[in-house]
């Protein structure tokens, strides 16, 4: 069984290789488990990481190119498509983001088609279909209301794996992940990712920049949690998913204040004090536009999980980044 992964050069894409390596071959709910023999990662970054595993195929390339595309698609079993400009990105940048994050999608879904053998894909997208006033508690019924450039073309996404998957081209399935954290690296483009830089930085003793209010809510998941929520979303059938196909998953509701008290409680506030509270205009726009609370009652029904809490997703990070403890010196 030949799996792709775009985007697999990205940590979330190189955790989830990782995992189905060590899965070796890979369950289906209802159906016998099938072997792995090859895992591509397509991205338009090399790999810092130094595969050893003779099933890891690397190949650079652009997703918005429809030959490259056909070339690392047109075989594969399985497909985790997380290949995207970011949101921060895509709202500068209106034609990188249509290229990459519209047409990449629209060029995979395409060579999916042409192979007739109806592969099994997990799109990722974003909470960021939502925008603007929104009611206290976001639904799986409430409608799409994309108010970026980036939500825009997620909800596109979605909609555009539903219908292939109603028309019988693909089996496919959109997870609507809420900001995941904490992202290993460096800080990027998208427009949250100060939720991860104001706990990553202080946990390796780095000054970092919040530029939103404290009382500001974020609906966040886990990279555990995240990888976890990719593999069940390719292990459920289609039959148990049923006709919708988009599903918002579980996360946690927090403000950015109680992420600084949660790290105070692990690091101390040494590690709190290397926060620089900066307002940004903008990304405060931003940040209240997107939902912070969300029902997920069909992902949950599902299986899929949330996080505990967010002290556990910082001990997470430091456990699987082997963050040096400084603050316990």
Sequence with gaps: MKVLITGGTGFVGKQLAEHLLRMQTFPFKGEASRRIEKITLFDAFPNDTKWTDPRIELIVGDISNAQAVARVAQDADLVWHLAAVVSGE???????????????????????????????????????????????????????????????????????????????????????????????????????????SIIREPLSRQPAVCPVRKDSLVYISSPRRTVEAMVRAMFLSGETIGAERTIPLPGLTLSVGEMVAALERIAGPTATSLIRWEPDATIQRLVDSWPGRVEAARAKALGFRADSDFDEIVRAHIEDESVTQWWRN
Excluded at 90 to 118: C, H, I, K, P, Y
Excluded at 128 to 138: E, H, R, S, T
Excluded at 150 to 176: C, H, M, N, P
């Design 90 to 196: 895509a709202e500068v940048d209106f034609d990188l983001g249509m290229r990459v994050n519209l047409q990449g999608t629209w060029n995979l879904l395409e060579t999916l088609r042409a192979s007739s053998t109806r592969p099994r894909l997990v799109n990722a997208s974003s909470f960021a279909v939502f925008g603007g006033d929104l009611p206290p508690v976001v639904t799986d019924r409430t409608d799409l209301t994309p108010k970026s450039s980036y939500g825009t073309q997620k909800a596109i996404g979605e909609l555009l794996v539903a219908d292939f998957t109603r028309k019988g081209f693909v089996d496919g399935r959109s997870l609507r992940l809420p900001t995941i954290t904490v992202r290993p690296g460096k800080p990027n483009k998208a427009a949250s990712t100060f939720v991860s």
